[in-house]
């Protein structure tokens, strides 16, 4: 019932419909943008950290370093094997590196990773704040045509009262519609940040641990 109505809503002369076809559209892109950044964070660049990392640590402390490489090649499209990579590749180029040259390569790591975590997620929170906005636009183009079919004196009241109504289904059309894609595009925004956040704390928990372990090693 629900969504018939809205399908109705979007019907050639429904008041507010010029607005709607906006809303939509910034809905289908925050669909499309949301489907991307949900598959890219939990799907391709979300690992079992505490797994992964106890599994590394184990042949990191045993000498089986070539080992640890291999395992981190397998799964080098997530975020945290491939920043493990970096470090563990440049510990086993040479007996004598020291902390700073194990650590640069982490940040090195890092600074590719970061920035593809948080790429157009940003994205998800202006078009919910777009799609309010255009909601409220359409909101007062419906207040206008109201106070313009009430203050009118060249129309009947029977016209009055149909324009009225019309500029008060305008407005009321636009608004939920405009919330309609805000509301769960936030939603979808503040998932999204949130699961980033836990990635990235991730890393810097765990490659400090590995870089100690290393270090300690030689």
């Known amino acids: 019932m629900f969504l018939s109505e809205f399908g109705k809503a ?8 010029f607005f709607m076809y906006f809303i939509a559209l910034f809905g289908a892109i925050a ?8 598959y890219y964070i939990v799907v391709r660049s979300n690992v079992n950290a505490d797994k ?10 045993g000498g089986n370093m070539d080992r640890a490489i291999e395992l981190c090649e397998k799964g080098k499209q997530k975020a945290l094997p491939f920043v493990v990579l970096r470090g563990l590749k440049r510990a086993n180029e040479s007996e004598e590196l020291d902390f700073r040259a ?9 600074l590719e990773v ?7 997620t940003n994205y998800l929170s202006m078009l919910a704040n777009v799609a309010t906005l255009t909601g409220l636009m359409g909101t007062i183009y419906g207040l206008i045509l109201s106070f313009q079919a009430v203050g009118s004196d060249t129309v009947s009241e029977a016209d009055k009262s149909r324009l009225l109504a019309q500029g008060i289904s305008a407005a009321m059309n636009t608004t939920i519609f405009g919330l309609a894609v805000a509301i769960p595009t936030l939603v979808i925004y503040t998932y999204v940040v949130n699961r980033t956040s836990k990635i990235i704390d991730e890393l810097d928990e765990h490659l400090v641990k590995l870089i100690n372990l290393i270090t300690g090693n030689r």
């Open 52 to 61: 992964f990392m106890a599994e590394i640590r184990k042949l990191v402390a």
């Open 31 to 38: 669909l499309a943008v949301a489907a991307e950044r949900i």
């Open 10 to 17: 979007f019907q050639p002369g429904t008041e507010g419909a």
């Open 114 to 120: 970061i920035p593809k975590l948080k790429e157009r």
């Open 102 to 110: 194990i650590q640069n390569a982490v940040d090195e790591g890092t």
